[in-house]
């Protein structure tokens, strides 16, 4: 029987969403092209990028700093959506698809977070198999007493 890792809610919500934001990020690179926002080339690096890392991203969010990059990440897609907008009238479709994709973001660090905390807590107050690595909550235990007396 293999025995899976228990995994953080956080990470497994934050990983969608970047994932999903990944193909969002691509597609709106194809508009911004479509609409001219600016140089092909530049258009291209600054989209592929942005698409790039949020497709990567999901991979390093359990390590040191990856939620920081994330919401830095989150971050500069609203600004640059603000700052298109400014550009072509267009690009307020931009900043209400950055704005939904932050809300999901904050949803998911805010829901995973509190899941886990009480995961944790369960955990904690049910133990855990003791030959399992902590993998699942010990429900019962049996002791059974093999002496003569009981017989």
Excluded: C, H
Aim: charged content about 15%; aromatic content about 12%; overall charge neutral.
């Amino acid at each position: 029987m293999k025995i899976l890792k228990n995994r953080s809610t956080k990470r497994t919500l934050g990983s969608m969403v970047l994932a999903f934001q990944s193909f969002v990020v691509f597609f709106g690179t194809l508009v911004a092209f479509g609409l001219k926002i600016g140089d092909a080339p530049t258009v291209w690096a600054v989209g592929l990028s942005l698409a790039v890392v949020s497709i990567v991203l999901p991979g390093i969010l359990g390590r040191p700093g990856g939620y920081t990059i994330a919401w830095i990440l989150e971050f500069t897609l609203l600004a640059l959506s603000i700052w298109i907008a400014t550009l072509n009238a267009a690009g307020i479709f931009f900043i209400i698809l950055s704005i939904i994709f932050l809300s999901m973001w904050i949803w998911g660090m805010l829901a995973g977070s509190t899941i886990d905390a009480a995961r944790i807590a369960w955990e904690k107050t049910n133990g855990v198999f003791e030959g399992q690595n902590g993998s699942g909550p010990e429900i019962f235990k049996i002791d059974q007493d093999n002496t003569e007396e009981n017989k």
